[in-house]
Every structure is written in structure tokens, then in C-alpha cells.
């Protein structure tokens, strides 16, 4: 897309093209009805609000690299949408008070202050600020100091574009008959409204970078999550072949820490810690990592990783207990009960006074005597379980517990 101080002939010709065109003909036929007796008045703002919204489709999609007009008019995105269209059309409804009051001063004077923070409000609003947010005048000053002399263009383009489709009816009556005048000065509302939305558009995308924003047309050639790691792998490959082991690590552990990365990168990340014998590291990496997982409600990945850190490091103890005690549950749901009992101990080595440290012996304890036979793990759970306690009454449950264990 060219700049649009390159191409104006681009911009004053987008309303008379393709799907701009058709609506331009339908809103301004439908403007027809506001001669109606009776209920004319609300076919005239409905066609306002309508024009209104399809140019605001026509901003984003132009924002976003595209350069064809939309099809058609999208569904309300927020509310805030829809209180910023009347914004815009109380402020316009306004000006052409003042311009048919012959107090056309007025009227320009409003309609250039209109003009001048039009462009923040209508940017902001299309990157999903909210409407304040959009009307806080800080935001105009720091898309002025973000794009420069480029703010005050659009704003004088804006303010001249919607000047003369303003202008333009008062010397059409006096010209046509009164509704011919009418369908014209309508069909001139719509065009300059289109236009000057359309060149808000190609001025965002032009300075996109800077307004920090993606525009959805650059998606597509983006590297993906996958591209990336693949690139991220193979330099780890070669910092690996050429002796590097630490330099792998740091590279993958940076990489892990500050971006989100694919399973393929934790796994071999983990691969290279076993074989550098860092089994804090790999703690550390599996307690983050299923925290991370169960938030996400994904109890299969956080079990199989658990499964592997306690196969790891049969003392793990970097389950955190918020989402432990939910996959302790998930593991008895599935019937991996060794699991359920490993969440258990890990949770009593990482909090032995939690409120619920006695439950978590107890049922450890009961899985391992009932299902597995093994009376001193579960003898050894027990008196872990009572070491870090200090109320009578938990303390009391436990010796209770261990009494009712057969003897060896």
C-alpha cells in the first residue's frame, strides 16, 4: 500500500469503488426515506449511524493493510463503539445546525476542533482502546509525538473533507430543486466520510510500527511458534556439537523464561539438563512448567510431567499446592493412584503446615497401604506428615493413624 500523501487520486476515488460504492448508493437512497411523513427523522439517523459504522469498517480494514473496500458493515464490536458513532454524529449533527443557522464561523470552528482530535479518537478506538481511554487528550499527545507532522495532515485532510461535503449542500440548494439537492448532498456526506476514513487508515498502517500494532495483513508472514523453535533447536544443536553444553542451557533457558515456546523446546531442554546433572534446574523447571499446564487446564501434560519429575528426583517437591491438589484428583479420576499419592507426598515436603497437609498424609497413606501393601512408605509418610505439624488435634489424627497400621 502506498503512502496516501503519494496517492490522493487513490483516496478521493476509494468511495466510488467496489463495495464503498454500492453502500454509498444504498445509504444515500435510503436517505429517501427521511421525507416520509411521521417517522422520516429516524430513517435519517439510522442511515447516519449506518454510514458511520461502515466507515469505521472501512478504517479498520484499511488499518490492517487491506486496501479493498469491506464487503460489509461488521457487528458491534463494544458498546463504546457505538457511544463514539453518536460522539461523532451529535458533533456533526452540530455543525450543520450552525451551517443552516447561518452561523457557518461556528460551525467551521467546531467541526476544525472535531477534525484535530478526530484522528486520535477513531485510531485508538480501532487499536481496542476504550472510548475514555480514546477520549483522554494525553492519548492525542502521544499519537502526535508517535507519527509527528503526519497527525496534523490527516487532521486538516479530515477537516477539509468534511467541510466541503458540508458546504457543498448549502450551494447545491440553491442550485437544485430542494430534494434533488438532497440526494446529493447525501451522496457527498457519504463520500467524504469514506474517503477520510479511508485515508485515517492508510496513515495508521503507513505508521503502524510505531502506533504498535500488527496489522492482520502481516500475520500470514510471520514466522509461527514452530519456525521459531526450529530456529531456536538448531542453535542449540550447535552450541551441543561444538562442546557448548552450558551455552545450550542458557540459550534454552532465557528462551523458555521470557517467550512461550513448544513442548519440543522443554523437552530438550530437560534432555540436556539430565545429561549436565542439574536436577535443580530440572525441579525448578518441572514446578513452573505444571503450574503452568494445570492453569491451563491441561491435566494430561501436567500429569505426564509430574510422572517424569518424580521418575527424575523420587523427593520432588515443587508441586504447588493450588493446582496439586487438583491433579491429585485428576490422577485418582484416570486411576494412576501412584501418581496421586507422589502429588500428595510432594505437596507435604513443599508445605507440611497447609490446612489440608493431615488429608493429604491420610489419603496417601491409605492408597499406600490398601492398594500397594507398602507399609513403610506409609509409615515414613505418616511421621513426615507429623514432623512439620504443630496443632494437638492433627498431631493426634496422625498418631491415630499410625497406631491403626499393622506392624511390620
Same mark, same amino acid.
Given at each position: 500500500?502506498?503512502?496516501?500523501w503519494?496517492?490522493?487520486?487513490e483516496?478521493?476515488?476509494?468511495p ?5 460504492l ?7 437512497a435510503?436517505g429517501?426515506l ?8 429516524? #430513517? ?9 459504522y461502515?466507515?469505521f469498517e472501512?478504517?479498520?480494514r ?8 469491506? +464487503? ?9 463503539v ?8 451529535l458533533?456533526l ?13 461556528a ?6 476542533l472535531f477534525?484535530?482530535i ?7 478506538? +480501532?487499536?481496542g +482502546?476504550g472510548?475514555l481511554?480514546?477520549l $483522554? !487528550?494525553?492519548?492525542?499527545?502521544r ?8 497527525? #496534523? ?38 463520500w467524504?466520510l469514506f474517503a477520510?476514513?479511508h485515508l485515517?487508515?492508510?496513515v495508521?498502517?503507513?505508521?503502524h510500527?510505531?502506533? &504498535?500494532? =500488527? !496489522? ?6 510471520? !514466522? =509461527? ?8 533447536? /538448531?542453535?542449540v544443536? =550447535?552450541?551441543?556439537a561444538? &562442546? ?8 534454552l533457558?532465557?528462551e523458555?523464561r521470557e517467550?512461550?515456546?513448544t513442548m519440543? *523446546?522443554? /523437552?530438550?531442554y530437560r534432555?540436556?539438563?539430565r545429561?549436565? &546433572? ?5 525441579d ?6 505444571i503450574?503452568?499446564? +494445570?492453569?491451563?487446564?491441561q ?7 509430574l510422572? /517424569?519429575? *518424580?521418575?527424575? $528426583?523420587?523427593?520432588?517437591a515443587?508441586l ?15 486411576g ?18 497447609h !490446612?489440608?497437609a493431615?488429608e ?6 491409605q ?6 501393601n ?10 513426615s506428615?507429623r514432623?512439620?505439624l ?12 499410625i497406631?491403626s497400621?499393622p506392624?511390620a
Amino acid at each position: 500500500m502506498t503512502s496516501p500523501w503519494q496517492s490522493p487520486g487513490e483516496i478521493l476515488l476509494y468511495p466510488l469503488r467496489g463495495a464503498a460504492l454500492l453502500s454509498l448508493i444504498v445509504l444515500t437512497a435510503f436517505g429517501m426515506l427521511g421525507w416520509l411523513p411521521g417517522a422520516g427523522g429516524l #430513517f435519517v439517523i439510522v442511515a447516519y449511524f449506518s454510514g458511520y459504522y461502515y466507515a469505521f469498517e472501512i478504517l479498520l480494514r484499511t488499518a490492517h493493510g487491506h486496501n479493498d473496500s469491506p +464487503a460489509v458493515a461488521i457487528e458491534a464490536q463494544t458498546g463504546a463503539v457505538w457511544r463514539l458513532l453518536s460522539l461523532l454524529l451529535l458533533l456533526l449533527v452540530a455543525v450543520r445546525f450552525a451551517m443552516e443557522k447561518d452561523m457557518a464561523p461556528a460551525g467551521v470552528l467546531v467541526l476544525a476542533l472535531f477534525a484535530l482530535i478526530q484522528p486520535c479518537l477513531l485510531a485508538s478506538l +480501532a487499536m481496542g +482502546a476504550g472510548l475514555l481511554e480514546a477520549l $483522554n !487528550p494525553a492519548n492525542t499527545l502521544r499519537m502526535i509525538g508517535r507519527i509527528g507532522a503526519s497527525y #496534523f495532515l490527516i487532521a486538516l485532510a479530515l477537516f477539509i473533507f468534511q467541510l466541503a461535503a458540508l458546504l457543498s449542500g448549502r450551494l447545491l440548494a440553491s442550485l437544485l430543486p430542494v430534494f434533488l439537492a438532497s440526494l446529493l448532498v447525501d451522496a457527498l456526506f457519504y463520500w467524504g466520510l469514506f474517503a477520510s476514513f479511508h485515508l485515517l487508515g492508510r496513515v495508521m498502517y503507513q505508521h503502524h510500527g510505531r502506533l &504498535g500494532y =500488527t !496489522p492482520s495483513a502481516h500475520e500470514d508472514t510471520l !514466522p =509461527t511458534l514452530q519456525d521459531r523453535d526450529q530456529h531456536l533447536l /538448531e542453535r542449540v544443536d =550447535t552450541h551441543v556439537a561444538e &562442546g557448548d553444553m552450558a551455552g545450550a542451557i542458557v540459550v534454552l533457558r532465557d528462551e523458555i523464561r521470557e517467550h512461550t515456546v513448544t513442548m519440543a *523446546v522443554h /523437552e530438550r531442554y530437560r534432555q540436556l539438563l539430565r545429561q549436565a &546433572g542439574d536436577g535443580e534446574a530440572l525441579d525448578e523447571h518441572a514446578g513452573r512448567s505444571i503450574a503452568m499446564l +494445570a492453569h491451563d487446564k491441561q491435566d494430561h501434560a501436567a500429569l505426564a510431567l509430574l510422572l /517424569e519429575a *518424580v521418575r527424575d $528426583n523420587p523427593a520432588f517437591a515443587r508441586l504447588d499446592p493450588g493446582h496439586g491438589e487438583w491433579l491429585a484428583q485428576r490422577a485418582l479420576d484416570l486411576g494412576m493412584f501412584r501418581l496421586a499419592v507422589d502429588a500428595w507426598r510432594s505437596m507435604l515436603r513443599i508445605d507440611p503446615r497447609h !490446612p489440608n497437609a493431615v488429608e493429604w498424609a491420610l489419603r496417601a497413606t491409605q492408597l499406600l497401604h490398601e492398594r500397594f501393601n507398602d507399609l513403610a512408605a506409609a509409615r515414613d509418610t505418616l511421621l513426615s506428615a507429623r514432623a512439620g505439624l504443630r496443632d494437638a488435634s492433627a498431631i493426634a489424627r496422625i498418631d491415630a493413624a499410625i497406631q491403626s497400621l499393622p506392624s511390620a
